[in-house]
């Protein structure tokens, strides 16, 4: 099994079609002026995108995560993180990939929530 950074690397390196849009979509500050890291180790959990600021981590899941054992591990996970203060959102490819503006939308709302001063 690989280390926490060793598997966010190879997870960057073998990203997905619509792990790579939505990236193109957060990255450099593109959300509220917020950073997002791609496959950023939290625990001994890897986060598809984590915005620190904002305690916040969306993941974007595909065909493994909907198996009974991947709902499980799901679980597990979104509950320690939210032990840690962290938000998740979940979104399927497909979502990400044909309800682009919809998945932003909800993004936009979590960080402007989250952030409100």
């Not at 280390?3 to 500050?29: C, G, K, N």
């Not at 032990?83 to 402007?112: M, P, Y």
Request: charged share 30%.
């Amino acid at each position: 099994m690989l280390e926490p950074i060793e598997f966010a690397r190879h997870q960057r390196r073998t990203a997905r079609s619509y792990d790579q849009l939505l990236w193109q979509l957060l990255r450099d500050r593109q959300r509220w002026g917020k950073k997002f890291r791609r496959q950023h180790p939290l625990g001994v959990y890897t986060a598809d995108f984590y915005c620190a600021e904002a305690k916040l981590v969306v993941e974007v899941d595909g065909s493994p995560h909907q198996t009974a054992e991947g709902k499980q591990k799901d679980a597990a996970r979104d509950t320690w993180m939210r032990s840690e203060g962290i938000e998740v959102l979940r979104f399927g490819g497909w979502q990400v990939e044909e309800e682009t503006q919809q998945v932003l939308q909800i993004i936009d709302d979590t960080l402007r929530q989250r952030c409100a001063t």
